[in-house]
């Protein structure tokens, strides 16, 4: 901790460093670590578990960081195994993830809303920051891979192990906030905003507690968002399957 704590973090991971238990280096790197040391850790971990878990780790912050440019470049020189990531994640109730996340591609559209790979995705949102389709898209990558409120960002408690500020720089990306700027987007497609709709009043389902993340909107906003897709969207099949708002 008095490395974390004094900005020394790297000497963590030093070749001489002394510090070898394997859940202490995991918190610091998923928590505290920059990209800097992230790519010095894929390189050079001799613990496989840690250089893929560093490997994720900065995948998963580039993305979500809307860091779009640096994500493309760092997936075309990873090895994306297919092993389960999870108590070095952070996990403790579930299995986790593998590497093979970011190799995720749309084309199931469960919601009967297709989408490209999450790699075209993330060049699409580098191109045009407010693309109606590939927020939405983000939005989806995020739903189907369950990661609302996953373990890497979840704060650790004060003081404790990797509680200091991260090295790894900007404010993580919402589904809610994400479908927010479609529906506002007077542009916006009709399919898009129309799925939008259905996504941002699906985010206080079944118990009227947002699980999407980003900031919180009244009741009345999406009672106003439930009349919308009943009524200038009624002919999709969103605006027809849905019944509720919360």
Known sequence: MNYERSGQLAKVFAADSPI???QVRYILLRNVAGPDLLRQQIANASDPIERQSAQFVLLYKDLLRGQYATF???L??????DDKLGTSLGYTYTSGQTLKLFQWNGDKAESGYACPSIAQTAATLQNEAKNP?????????????GLDGMPLEQPRAAG????TASDFKGETF???????QVIANAKAPKTDKAYALFRAINCYAP???NSCGGEDVAPAVRKAWFRQLKSSFADTQWGKSLQYYW
């Open 160 to 163: 404790s192990l990797g509680s």
């Open 133 to 145: 389709h590939a927020l939405n898209c983000f939005g989806e990558f995020i739903l189907r891979n």
């Open 174 to 180: 919402s589904r809610l906030d994400g479908y927010k």
């Open 207 to 209: 118990a009227g507690y």
């Open 72 to 74: 493309a470049d760092d």
């Open 20 to 22: 070898s238990a394997k």
């Open 76 to 81: 075309k020189q990873a090895s994306l195994s």
